[in-house]
């Protein structure tokens, strides 16, 4: 996703996911994880919060976006193409 499409996913992710005040949040530019995308990511603190993780995972669905979470952070990313599961 370009950086137009991170800060839309930012704005949204504030609209819609009433537990991600107080949460770290950064956007990776591209090629700064290379492991899951070479395009922007969001990262959020979630800290075993499922409400939020879960919140994130249907803004990322409907937007065909992957989401991994990891250490307490889940990343909402756009897969490399022959990562994307039918």
């Known amino acids: ?12 992710l504030f609209e819609r996911c009433q537990f991600i005040e107080g949460k770290s949040l950064k956007l990776l530019p591209p090629k700064g994880n290379d492991a899951l995308s070479n395009t922007y ?3 959020v603190q979630v800290n075993s919060d499922n ?9 990322a669905k409907e937007r065909n976006l992957a989401v991994m979470c990891k250490d307490g952070y889940c990343i909402i990313y756009k897969p490399y193409p ?3 599961k039918p």
């Open 41 to 43: 990511q969001v990262y």
């Open 1 to 12: 996703m370009n950086r137009k499409q991170a800060v839309s996913v930012i704005k949204e």
């Open 51 to 59: 409400l939020l993780a879960s919140c994130m995972e249907d803004i």
């Open 82 to 84: 022959d990562m994307i």
